[in-house]
């Protein structure tokens, strides 16, 4: 199942991006081999396997790195592989001997994924960090939160997952696609800072033609318009008003009863603030819900702002199947949908070394060798649950 079903990929276990990017990839379809660490990285949150989503749709293979047996098998892996993906910092596969010029050397159409905050060069290559650091590198940070206040960071969406799983997922993809006309694999660097700077495509532009604002909440889409921001309402939750083209405001004005209060001036920002101040005081008369019943059919921009707990449950993303129950655990569905390649959820994620024998097996290692490799430490099979 899936759109990229046949693609074999190896993952070197890490943290955060790069294995929300292996998700994706195994979601869509490809075998994707998670090699993890026999002792626990740090840095991880300790939770059961089945809440530990990042890690669903492949299987495990627990390895000592320090072995130099348990290298060859990654060698031995990548000689059957389309792509490599890696999250470490600079320099730390290459000491592992697992760098990308001699995996090259062992299979010359690999792909060879790494995933860092700030590049394979530069001054702060081998920096720490995590995604509040690259985003405050790439303007991101500084132009989100309230105006007169410090910035808010976006969980970590903007720099782990959106600036760099994605960023790396797709480069991936892209350069599987052009080695199998080539027959040549390369090496892609996706740096969060770069992917989280590109995400900022449209403000970088906009600034330049002088029409954003480096000062937080006062530009169309950072809340700084009053139809383009969040509204509380009567029981004290919150809707996401989003009428910004001039039907949509129009509409709003009637919705909320606004028609003939003088409103009339959209994009006059000198009457932005008692613009906002009587949206404000017009939708702490109902509640949530109220509001999201009347604007039902209308063309206004309004949604509900639900939490984690109501988003699977609403209406819209229940008859999408947006969310899915796996072992007891809500999380969403596969993502983009494909109309003949269906992407799944493979198997949930799984204990580390859960399935070491059973990938030995599946890449070509004979019994024998698979039950030494596991007598001498350099590969940990885990338990039976």
């Not at 939770?47 to 495990?60: D, E, I, T, V, Y």
């Not at 990548?78 to 999250?87: H, K, N, R």
């Not at 949530?288 to 984690?308: F, K, T």
Request: hydrophobic share 40%; with cysteine; aromatic share 6%.
């Amino acid at each position: 199942m899936g759109p990229l079903a046949g693609i074999r990929i190896v993952e070197l276990g890490g943290i955060g991006p790069a294995p929300f990017c292996c998700m994706l990839l195994a979601d869509l379809g490809a075998e994707v081999i998670r090699i993890d660490r026999v002792a626990p990285s740090d840095g991880g949150i300790p939770m059961a396997k089945q809440f530990n989503l990042l890690h669903r749709g492949r299987k495990s293979i627990a390895l000592d790195l320090k072995n130099a047996r348990a290298v060859d098998l990654v060698r031995r892996f990548v000689g059957q592989a389309d792509a490599l993906i890696e999250g470490f910092r600079p320099g730390v596969a290459e000491r592992l001997g697992l760098g990308p010029d001699l995996c090259a050397e062992i299979n010359p159409r690999l792909v060879y994924g790494r995933m860092t905050g700030y590049g394979q060069d530069g001054p702060l290559a081998r920096a720490p960090g995590h995604d509040i650091n690259y985003i405050a590198l790439s303007g991101v940070l500084h132009s989100i939160g309230e105006a007169g206040r410090a910035p808010v960071p976006p969980l970590n969406l903007a720099g782990d997952f959106g600036g760099g799983s994605l960023y790396l997922a797709l480069g991936v993809v892209s350069a599987i696609l052009e080695a199998r006309s080539s027959g040549q694999g390369q090496v892609v660097d996706a740096a969060m800072v770069e992917g989280s700077a590109s995400l900022m495509a449209l403000m970088y532009g906009l600034r330049a033609a002088g029409k954003f604002k480096d000062e937080r909440q006062s530009n169309r889409l950072d809340g700084g318009a009053p139809w383009y921001s969040v509204y509380q309402t009567k029981d004290g939750r919150y809707v996401a008003l989003g009428s910004n083209e001039a039907r949509f405001y129009a509409e709003t004005l009637d919705l909320l009863g606004l028609r003939d209060a003088g409103l009339s001036g959209q994009h006059d920002e000198a009457g932005w603030p008692e613009m906002r101040e009587k949206f404000a005081a017009a939708f702490l008369m109902r509640t949530r819900d109220e509001w999201c019943d009347l604007a039902q059919g209308r063309e206004v921009c309004l949604a509900p702002i639900l939490s984690l707990g109501e988003a699977p449950h609403h209406p819209h993303n229940k008859a999408r199947g947006a969310f899915v129950e796996r072992d007891g655990v809500m999380q969403p569905a596969p993502a983009p949908r494909f109309s003949r390649t269906p992407g799944e959820i493979a198997r949930g994620p799984a204990e580390v070394g859960e399935h070491s024998r059973e990938i030995l097996a599946e890449w070509g290692i004979d019994d024998s060798d698979a039950a030494d490799l596991i007598e001498t430490g350099a590969v940990f099979q885990a338990a039976a649950a």
